[in-house]
């Protein structure tokens, strides 16, 4: 077996279809309904998941960095898939699949495409994207907070289609050249509905009601946070991938309002910001260089 083995479930009902990618490329469909998610059935990079790698996805409404929960058929966005270690193992290279489907899980949703060092595999009836080599960090030397990620540009599917569920899977390695227990990996999912009025062009395809974006993604020092559709007081809160609040504070806005965050002082890595009014919460990942 070859360092970077991943499997990638699309799942329908209870059953679903697990892929294998390779570090120096990958195969079609291995195993097919009902394999186990991962590289855990043979333990070659440990039995299951662990939620030490902390996956996200999230789809950004045409690299804008606007995500959204709606897809409006036809258009072009941005997958954006990471993952962070907040594991005490030393993994610097890392791998990935992703696919996305149908409500049921039978069929493709949509058309992905190849970024640099991935392949599209459409060998199968489910196709998906994975790595044909092994993927440095966003950032990070593979310690705690180092940080992966993959953009992947999507078309959405025609109208009628209705939701669709991106998967994806990462494998952070330890890029000793063989696989073990020491590799770690955690799985992904969304779901996107499909939208059936058209959005208004001044928010970029994103909901009625408080939207907020954030850029730019990584940062270096300060974070620029934009709030849409806001009216009133907001509690911004960022905390990092344990959960723990490391920085907060109040932020008036009318409309369209940028606020900006001072992360100079945090450590690189991966954060979550929240920005609350009553019981509306907003949440976006950024990273910090």
Not at 48 to 66: C, E, K, P, Q, W
Not at 188 to 208: F, M, Q
Not at 211 to 219: E, K, L, V, Y
Request: hydrophobic fraction near 35%.
């Amino acid at each position: 077996m070859k360092k970077g083995f991943l499997l990638l479930p699309i799942i329908a009902g209870i059953a679903y279809i697990s892929l294998t990618s390779y570090s120096s490329g990958y195969t079609a469909n291995a195993s097919g309904s009902g394999s186990a998610t991962g590289c855990g059935g043979s333990g070659c990079h440990g039995t299951s998941a662990t939620t030490g790698i902390i996956d996200s996805v999230y789809l950004d409404s045409a690299g804008m960095g606007v995500f959204v929960n709606k897809y409006t058929p036809g258009k072009s966005y941005i997958i954006h898939f990471g993952a962070a270690n907040t594991t005490t193992n030393n993994l610097p290279k890392f791998g990935f699949q992703l696919s996305v489907v149908n409500a049921a899980g039978t069929a493709n949703a949509g058309t992905l495409s190849a970024i640099t060092s991935t392949s599209l595999n459409t060998s199968g009836i489910i196709h998906f994207i994975g790595q044909t080599t092994p993927l440095a960090p966003l950032f990070g030397t593979g310690g705690i907070g180092t940080a992966y990620r993959v953009d992947i540009p999507w078309v959405a599917p025609a109208a009628g289609t209705g939701s669709v569920k991106i998967y994806g899977v990462i494998n952070a390695v330890s890029g000793n050249g063989s696989e073990g227990p020491e590799d770690k990996w955690n799985a992904k999912s969304a779901t996107i509905t499909e939208r059936t009025t058209t959005p208004p062009a001044s928010v970029n395809d994103v909901e009625s009601g408080l939207q907020i974006s954030a850029f730019p993604n990584p940062c270096v020092s300060n974070m620029h946070l934009q709030l849409i559709n806001a009216s009133g007081t907001y509690n911004v809160t960022v905390s990092d991938m344990s959960g723990k609040v490391v920085l907060s504070q109040v932020t008036e806005a009318n409309g369209t309002t940028v606020a900006a965050i001072n992360m100079s002082q945090l450590a690189g890595g991966v954060y979550h910001v929240a920005v609350s009014q009553g019981g509306t919460v907003k949440i976006a990942t950024v990273t910090k260089q």
